[in-house]
């Protein structure tokens, strides 16, 4: 009923920069928010950035000044600017789309992308 489409992962060296896009699709009334997670290799997923339908942001401490959470000109459609890349931002990066009231279903859910690889390494 709903999905995520993330786009943008790659390989880039320490100091470099990345653009990660998810758009949402699907029968969605309303999204309560938008944002980024991560999960490296033997660690749990953890929060990265969220946005809210209000555009207020949140951030993780450790990407505070670095990485910027924003709402595209496209509906349902988020971005995350990833600057200063350090190699402990390697991990797959999943968009997660929180409270959505789906149009033809009735109820709340939250939806998950399927990840992208960010890789920072030289």
């Known amino acids: 009923q709903v999905q995520l489409e993330e786009s943008g992962g790659g390989l880039v060296q320490p100091g470099g920069s990345l653009r990660l896009s998810c758009a949402a699709s699907?029968?969605?009334?309303?999204?309560?928010?938008m944002g980024w997670y991560r999960q490296a290799p033997g660690k749990q997923r953890e929060l990265v950035a969220v946005i809210t339908s209000g555009g207020s942001t949140n951030y993780a401490d450790s990407v505070k000044g670095r990485f910027t959470v924003s709402r595209g000109n496209a509906k349902n459609t988020i971005y995350l600017q990833m600057n200063s890349l350090k190699p402990e931002d390697t991990a797959v990066y999943y968009c997660?789309?929180?409270?959505?009231?789906?149009?033809?279903?009735?109820?709340?859910?939250?939806?998950w992308g399927q990840g992208t690889q960010v890789t920072v390494s030289s």
């Open positions: 997660n789309a929180g409270k959505v009231v789906v149009a033809t279903a009735g109820g709340v859910y939250d939806y």
């Open positions: 699907g029968s969605i009334f309303s999204i309560n928010s």
